[in-house]
Structures are given as structure tokens and as C-alpha cells.
Antibody
């Protein structure tokens, strides 16, 4: 059973770079039909997709953070990472990593017809001096 | 303001049924498929319905999804106390070039 686990600092200073890693266990990160994504949830707010990448490095980013974000994959460690630069208090949130997959027992459909499953438990990152 | 619109709250008594709506537009729900996520208190979201009406293994058949035009719905029958939590709809938006989520509906089982 595939499991994901986020790790990284819980406190980041304004203007610095937020860095998180997501370890994948119970399966390989190199499956062709899978992307690996980051989604955040501000306290009491809804969900915001930040970006997703394939194991080959094909990345898609939310335009609202595109200038500040990098998502990368380390296949040797079976993990992927998030870097978000120039953070402000508005970046304070629970950060979730998730597999974005578009293949089911009934077929394969493509990136925009995918779904996120499973999710990691999430990690709270606070931006404060 | 979320791109997909959901009612902020819904409620029902044990055993009853409830439906949660998700309203979007031609660039998201009409053009792409809708997924639903359940977030129980203090936990991460969990996939409940994918591709409009498909249930992942392990999700009870009390949960069902549908899509028509620019709207989608999640129906829950036989409400149980453990169904209390937040429910989010999601879809890819072809105009915004990103995944968009509804603001979430908090379900209370009275």
C-alpha cells in the first residue's frame, strides 16, 4: 500500500526558502502514469494546488506561485521535494504531498483527468520571524 | 473566493441522505472530470470519488457522485456519525491551467 510522508522545518523566516521532502514507501516513484504533487491548506481555508511533477522531471506549476516554486524528484531515494522561495506570512499553511495518478482498473486518461490519491498526513509550516 | 462553489455547510440525521453540490464552469467541470475528497477532523484529505462517479476500493457504496453540465454532486446515503467532516470537490481548469478546488462543505451529522 502506497504511503507518503512529508518532512521539513516547521518554521521558516520571511523572505527565506521553504523546503520540504516527501518520502514514498510501498511503491516506486518512477511509475509512468503517476505525477507527484504538493497541495497546501491555510488555517481554516480551502485547498490550493501548488504543482506536480513526473519522475522524469516534467513539471506543472500553479501560475500564482510559478516564479517561486520548484518541485524535483530523487528516484534514488524514492522521494520528491518542494522548494518555495521568498516566503511571506501568506505561505503559512499545512503542506500535503500526494500522488496524482490518471490510471485506474478501467483505463488511463491523462494529466488533466487525474486524481490525488493517496495523500501524506501533512506538515504545518509557519512563516514568521 | 474558490473557483468551484460549494455550500459551506450541510447536515442530516443518522440514516438520512444528504447531497452536496459543486458548481463550476465550462473550463473546469464541463471539460474535465470531477473528484471528491473527504477530510475528517484533524486528518489529511482522502479520495472519495474520482472521474465523476468512480469509487476507490474501500469507499462504501453509500457515497456516490454525478456530473451534469457545469455542476457536480456528491450524495451520501445512510448517514453515519463518522461521516462528519469537510468535503471538497476538485477539477482541472483549462483556462487557469491549474487544479481548482471547492471551498469545502462541512457536514454535520445531528
Amino acid at each position: 500500500q502506497l504511503q507518503l510522508q512529508e518532512s521539513g522545518p516547521g518554521l521558516v523566516k520571511p523572505s527565506e526558502t521553504l523546503s520540504l521532502a516527501c518520502s514514498v514507501s510501498g511503491g516506486s516513484i518512477t511509475i509512468n502514469s503517476d505525477y507527484w504533487g504538493w497541495i497546501r491548506q491555510s488555517p481554516g481555508q480551502g485547498l490550493e494546488w501548488l504543482g506536480s511533477t513526473s519522475s522524469s522531471g516534467s513539471a506543472y506549476y500553479n501560475p500564482s506561485v510559478k516564479s517561486r516554486i520548484t518541485i524535483s524528484v530523487d528516484t534514488s531515494k524514492n522521494q520528491f521535494s518542494l522548494r518555495l522561495s521568498s516566503v511571506t506570512a501568506a505561505d503559512t499553511a499545512i503542506y500535503y504531498c500526494a500522488r496524482q495518478t490518471y490510471c485506474s482498473p478501467l483505463g488511463c486518461y491523462g494529466f488533466t483527468l487525474a486524481w490525488f490519491d493517496p495523500w501524506g498526513p501533512g506538515t504545518l509550516v509557519t512563516v514568521s520571524s | 473566493q474558490s473557483v468551484l462553489t460549494q455550500p459551506p455547510s450541510a447536515s442530516g440525521t443518522p440514516g438520512q441522505g444528504v447531497t452536496i453540490s459543486c458548481s463550476g464552469s465550462g473550463s473546469n467541470i464541463r471539460s474535465n472530470t470531477v473528484n471528491w475528497y473527504q477530510q475528517l477532523p484533524g486528518t489529511a484529505p482522502k479520495l472519495l470519488i474520482y472521474r465523476n462517479n468512480q469509487r476507490p476500493s474501500g469507499v462504501p457504496d453509500r457515497f456516490s457522485g454525478s456530473r451534469s453540465g457545469t455542476s457536480a454532486s456528491l450524495a451520501i446515503s445512510g448517514l453515519q456519525s463518522e461521516d462528519e467532516g469537510d468535503y471538497f470537490c476538485a477539477a482541472w481548469d483549462d483556462s487557469l491551467n491549474r487544479w481548482v478546488f471547492g471551498g469545502g462543505t462541512k457536514l454535520t451529522v445531528l
